[in-house]
């Protein structure tokens, strides 16, 4: 069965066959008389085909063209960094998450900028969760993501409409002064507080209007010695809002940041002081969000959509 998949030129066709397989896989719905180690075979057929699957979704949003999209590869193992690193250029998204599988709802993740790698991604764990569940992992109550410097992540599906619970570790935010450098990047707004998390700036303004309004200087930005900057205040419809801008990163402004979150929601629940919150980010595609501060985790919740599926053909 698997040798004519292989050789086969008809690539949509073997797309579908290796998704079957991807999910048989990971929920143990096959078994191969050839190899007792379906980490193996999957390797085996990778190596064969040459190709990689690759998923667009939108994170944070029920509709597609919203929220933050995100590429999604599963792969055998990881490739060269290289490799990786130029598949996300190509992609030209705020990130592109490759996933390894390591057992039934155990994967091991890392997150690709167009011009670097990550050491934490909210929106794209999301996708990469969506894509496995939606493919075949209906029966998992949680996925768990292994990264390299952010512990393990668990996301949790809602039903069947798309939504899910991210846990991310909590980012307390640590006051410090504002600078000249950062008002320049504000382009002459004056912020109410400064604080700074372990990877952002976050910047906090009086009004959803200075948030909404916020033309900020990209060039300076780019130079904070931070990640990327976030601006936050009071939301109108919603308990806070926010803006992120990463340009250091090959992001100009990002559509919904998740990992952003896990230094907005302690925040914003000291100043509220509430656990739960509402928040919308004020990007051009927007996103929607449900906070929740459970001590040493942050939960977000939100919903994903499947955009585009096909895959990367490397052997042209």
């Excluded at 490799?83 to 390894?100: C, G, K, R, W, Y």
């Excluded at 768990?144 to 899910?164: C, I, M």
Aim: overall charge positive; hydrophobic content about 40%.
């Amino acid at each position: 069965m698997w040798p004519k998949i292989i050789r086969s030129h008809n690539y949509g066709r073997a797309v579908t066959k290796l998704v079957t397989l991807i999910a048989s896989l990971l929920y143990d719905k096959l078994a191969f008389a050839d190899c007792a180690d379906p980490a193996i075979t999957l390797k085996f057929f990778f190596s064969h085909m040459h190709n990689l699957p690759l998923y667009q979704v939108d994170a944070f949003t029920s509709t597609i063209f919203g929220g933050n999209p995100a590429a999604v590869v599963p792969v055998p193992d990881f490739p060269s960094d290289s490799l990786m690193q130029e598949i996300a250029a190509e992609n030209n998204l705020s990130e592109t998450a490759f996933v390894v599988i390591r057992g039934k709802g155990k994967f091991d993740i890392r997150w690709f900028t167009p011009t670097t790698e990550v050491r934490l991604c909210g929106h794209a764990t999301l996708a990469a969760a969506h894509v496995l569940y939606r493919s075949g992992g209906k029966d998992l109550e949680k996925l768990r993501f292994k990264t390299r410097h952010a512990g393990t992540l668990v996301v949790q599906p809602q039903g069947e409409a798309g939504a899910y619970t991210l846990s991310l570790p909590t980012d307390k935010p640590k006051k410090v002064r504002s600078s000249k450098k950062l008002r320049g990047a504000l382009a002459g707004i004056k912020p109410v507080e400064v604080y700074a998390g372990e990877d952002d700036l976050l910047v906090v303004l009086e009004s959803e209007r200075q948030v909404r309004k916020l033309a900020p200087n990209l060039h300076i930005v780019a130079k904070l010695k931070r990640r990327g900057l976030i601006v936050t205040a009071p939301g109108d419809e919603v308990d806070f809002v926010s803006r992120c801008f990463y340009p250091a990163y090959g992001i100009s402004e990002d559509p919904v940041t998740g990992s952003a979150h896990t230094v907005l929601t302690p925040y914003w629940a000291k100043r509220l002081k509430k656990k739960t919150l509402t928040a919308r980010q004020l990007s051009k595609r927007g996103g929607e969000l449900r906070c929740e501060l459970r001590g040493k985790k942050v939960r977000i919740g939100g919903s994903a959509v499947t955009y585009l599926a096909g895959q990367i053909l490397l052997d042209r």
